[in-house]
């Protein structure tokens, strides 16, 4: 397993942007899927977006296309998650997830390591 620390979460303006990170440790950091999810309060954990262990393929959840975006870095052993145009529902708390065989990337079943996670706040 890897173990994942997240960062970057903070008070934001809506319309703002704010750019998440998950750093990972473990030598085989480059096998793993990575996947964002998110809970807000009273809410079940919901996919956000996932990118693939080569990085080649991204998937995003219908609420976030155009306004997120996944991205790794296997140098810095780090996936990234860019957020523009962040809106009042965003708030929640965003959670870093590693698979080795994700077979639904918005299943959070299907990963099995997690960052303890980093609270997002977006004001109107």
């Known amino acids: 397993q890897v173990q994942l620390v997240e960062s970057g979460g903070g008070l934001v303006q809506a319309g703002g942007s704010l750019r998440l990170s998950c750093a990972a440790s473990?030598?085989?950091?480059?096998?793993?899927?990575m996947g964002w999810f998110r809970q807000a309060p009273g809410k079940e954990r919901e996919f956000v977006a996932a990118i693939s262990w080569s990085g080649g393929s991204t998937y995003y959840a219908d609420f976030v296309k155009g306004r997120f975006t996944i991205s790794r870095d296997d140098a810095r052993k780090t996936v990234y998650l860019q957020m523009n145009s962040l809106k009042p529902e965003d708030t929640a708390v965003y959670y870093c997830?590693?698979?080795?065989?994700?077979?639904?990337?918005?299943?959070?079943?299907?990963?099995?390591?997690w960052g303890q996670g980093t609270q997002v706040t977006v004001s109107s």
């Open positions: 997830g590693a698979g080795l065989d994700v077979g639904s990337y918005e299943s959070s079943s299907d990963f099995d390591s």
């Open positions: 473990g030598r085989t950091f480059r096998r793993y899927a």
